[in-house]
């Protein structure tokens, strides 16, 4: 089928049609001299372009990969997910979306975090600046070709919402897994992941400044500020852990005479102290 836009939701539009779709094999249309020009014609080369200019693109990122922004606030109490304004790339090109808060967002299990999209056709009909513009040509004021535009909106899988769903990241029991940083080109990014690890391992590049947020319910929150991790897979952003287990101040062989503990002690920095939990890592 040659359709672009489905001709039993949009019965003025049948007469669109591209060729793509079904020969996916062209790789270049040429226009004749003296040849009849068919509109199809210009649509396939068209999307050939579109195609093409995608694929590379799709070297660099993934869709749903984050440029900029769209930073993320869980309320698991209330069920809420903040999500602000940011840039993604998307269909072979950066996308702004713009903030949102959703709602009855799920905090047991995994919930993925995306945008949906939305392609709509405009037509004369929507905007008359596409009737023909010049006075005296036959054109003139008659409807010209159709626009599509495209909507992107934050957006959880399994929501019910309108529109294509694209993944963007991964929330597991009401705590973000990663949140990467803005993707560089993956096959680089690879060979040098391997050298920097070889040579110095898993470490900690910037930032991961530990607060202690106290107690919720039977678990002790800590939050974690930005930072950035080398490891074997790629540099990347941690967001927040949480985990029940029972921390305890322990002196350091260099502290000297312990001191009577402070409830404020878990929010100062303790550069003689050093922290311990009953419970190993996992």
Same mark, same amino acid.
């Given at each position: +089928?040659?359709?672009?836009?489905?001709?039993?939701?949009?019965?003025?539009?049948?007469?669109?049609?591209?060729?793509?779709?079904?020969?996916?094999?062209?790789?270049? =249309?040429?226009?004749?001299?003296?040849?009849?020009?068919?509109?199809?014609?210009?649509?396939?080369?068209?999307?050939?372009?579109?195609?093409?200019?995608?694929?590379?693109?799709?070297?660099?990122?993934?869709?749903?990969? @984050? &440029?900029? /922004?769209?930073?993320?606030?869980?309320?698991?109490?209330?069920?809420? =997910?903040?999500?602000?304004?940011?840039?993604?790339?998307?269909?072979?090109?950066? @996308?702004?979306?713009?903030?949102?808060? &959703?709602?009855?967002?799920? +905090?047991? /299990?995994?919930?993925?975090? /995306?945008?949906?999209?939305? !392609?709509?056709?405009?037509?004369?009909?929507?905007?008359?600046? %596409?009737?023909?513009?010049?006075?005296?040509?036959?054109s003139y004021a008659e409807p010209g070709a159709v626009r599509?535009? +495209?909507? !992107?909106?934050?957006?959880?899988?399994?929501?019910? /919402?309108?529109?294509?769903?694209?993944?963007?990241?991964?929330?597991?029991?009401?705590?973000?897994?990663?949140?990467?940083?803005?993707? $560089?080109?993956?096959?680089?990014?690879?060979?040098?992941?391997?050298?920097?690890?070889?040579?110095?391992?898993? %470490?900690?590049?910037?930032?991961?400044?530990?607060?202690?947020?106290?107690? =919720?319910?039977?678990?002790?929150?800590?939050?974690?500020?930005?930072?950035? @991790?080398? $490891? $074997? =897979?790629?540099?990347?952003?941690?967001?927040?852990?949480?985990?029940?287990?029972?921390?305890?101040?322990?002196?350091?062989?260099?502290?000297?005479?312990?001191?009577?503990?402070?409830?404020?002690?878990?929010?100062?920095?303790?550069?003689?102290?050093?922290?311990?939990?009953?419970?190993?890592?996992?």
């Amino acid at each position: +089928m040659t359709n672009v836009f489905d001709p039993g939701a949009y019965p003025a539009l049948a007469n669109i049609h591209d060729r793509t779709s079904v020969r996916p094999e062209v790789d270049r =249309v040429w226009f004749g001299e003296g040849d009849f020009a068919q509109a199809a014609d210009f649509n396939d080369a068209f999307s050939t372009e579109e195609r093409k200019r995608r694929q590379i693109g799709d070297l660099v990122a993934s869709d749903g990969d @984050r &440029l900029s /922004g769209g930073e993320i606030i869980v309320d698991a109490d209330a069920g809420t =997910v903040l999500i602000t304004a940011g840039s993604i790339y998307l269909r072979g090109a950066p @996308r702004s979306v713009d903030a949102a808060t &959703l709602a009855d967002v799920p +905090m047991t /299990g995994d919930v993925e975090l /995306g945008v949906r999209v939305v !392609v709509a056709p405009v037509t004369a009909a929507d905007d008359a600046i %596409y009737n023909g513009l010049v006075a005296g040509t036959e054109s003139y004021a008659e409807p010209g070709a159709v626009r599509t535009t +495209m909507s !992107v909106r934050w957006a959880f899988d399994g929501d019910g /919402g309108e529109g294509e769903f694209y993944r963007y990241v991964l929330l597991r029991d009401g705590s973000v897994i990663s949140q990467d940083a803005p993707p $560089t080109l993956s096959g680089v990014q690879r060979q040098i992941a391997a050298v920097d690890h070889g040579a110095h391992g898993n %470490y900690i590049v910037r930032g991961c400044q530990v607060s202690a947020l106290g107690l =919720v319910g039977t678990k002790r929150q800590f939050s974690s500020r930005s930072a950035g @991790r080398s $490891t $074997t =897979v790629s540099k990347s952003k941690k967001i927040r852990i949480s985990r029940p287990s029972i921390w305890r101040r322990t002196a350091s062989p260099m502290a000297g005479p312990a001191r009577s503990p402070s409830p404020f002690a878990a929010h100062r920095s303790q550069p003689s102290t050093s922290w311990s939990s009953s419970r190993k890592r996992p």
